[in-house]
């Protein structure tokens, strides 16, 4: 078991190493990795998703479903209460960061696509409900990190409206109904969705690759990794452990909590003319920091 999950690390530091490369030999801009991201999240994630909800979803399982979905909300809060706290003596341009950072995890392009190749298809499905709240946690309180916090009915309306959002909602309307789609359909929701985890890792490493690692290491820095690497996580699997959860749901949620700062840590920070230098090293220092991180839960989780 031990190697078979270091074979798979090994597998997504070699994908990553792809966008490093990429990125340091200049066949990729930077100008283009915000239209990367676009791609993967709103397309080929969506696209997973409701791939994996037709491929998995089973109505025996909808309590697993739901309990993934309380695991999130809950530890959002206590992201929410430790971002509060644990930043006061940072200088404001950093705190905002650092806050927004623990509320933002890279669940969705590290998290799903780990998830999925431990778990399989159930993984990916447990992922999209995992994502659920941070979505929504990110869309108000992060964006209040940073600037005024939107409306209630822009909220809602952001959250409805992202493409990863509609699909699980159809998911969840179109395998009661038992509709079954094309096959023209299904091999293109497929093929889009085995992009996921390929295009993410590259995205980490171009992500990487733009950060002066001279800079890298920072006081404040190592206590959002410590947060967000160890804290959180080991808060999630106490809570799975007391509550009895099975080992898919519990797996998922720890892993998920387990990631590094998001890529749209250091994208919502340049959009709203923060410190983006100090939000890519959050980024690269946590996500490299999580190679190392996940494996020890991946190993935790399987014993």
């Not at 395998?175 to 096959?183: H, Q, S, T, Y």
Request: charged residues 10%.
């Amino acid at each position: 078991m031990i190697e078979r999950l270091v074979e798979q690390q090994t597998i997504m530091l070699l994908l990553a190493l792809g966008g490093f490369i990429l990125f340091r030999t200049k066949l990729i801009s930077k100008a283009s990795v915000t239209s990367i991201i676009n791609i993967t999240i709103y397309l080929c994630m969506s696209c997973n998703i409701l791939y994996s909800f037709l491929t998995t979803f089973d109505a025996g399982k909808v309590m697993n479903f739901f309990a993934v979905f309380l695991v999130s909300a809950f530890i959002q809060v206590v992201s929410l209460i430790l971002s509060k706290y644990l930043y006061n003596q940072a200088a404001p341009d950093k705190k905002a960061v650092l806050q927004f950072a623990t509320v933002n995890s890279n669940s969705i392009l590290l998290g799903a696509p780990l998830a999925e190749s431990i778990y399989g298809a159930l993984g990916m499905t447990y992922a999209s409900m995992y994502t659920i709240p941070s979505r929504v946690v990110m869309w108000s309180a992060g964006l209040a990190y940073f600037t005024k916090p939107p409306s209630k009915a822009s909220l809602v309306r952001a959250s409805l409206m992202h493409p990863c959002m509609i699909a699980v909602m159809l998911g969840f309307i179109l395998v009661p109904l038992g509709v079954n789609l094309p096959r023209p359909v299904m091999e293109a929701l497929r093929y889009f969705g085995a992009c996921v985890t390929p295009i993410s890792l590259v995205i980490i490493g171009l992500t990487i690759a733009e950060v002066n690692f001279r800079q890298l290491v920072d006081r404040n820095v190592l206590y959002l990794s410590a947060a967000r690497l160890v804290l959180l996580p080991l808060v999630v699997y106490g809570v799975c452990i007391l509550f009895r959860l099975n080992a898919e749901v519990t797996g998922v949620s720890v892993l998920l909590t387990a990631m590094p700062a998001g890529a749209t840590t250091t994208i919502m920070t340049a959009k709203y003319n923060g410190n983006s230098a100090f939000a890519s090293q959050c980024v690269v220092f946590s996500t490299i920091l999580s190679l190392v991180t996940t494996l020890g839960w991946s190993i935790a989780l399987k014993a």
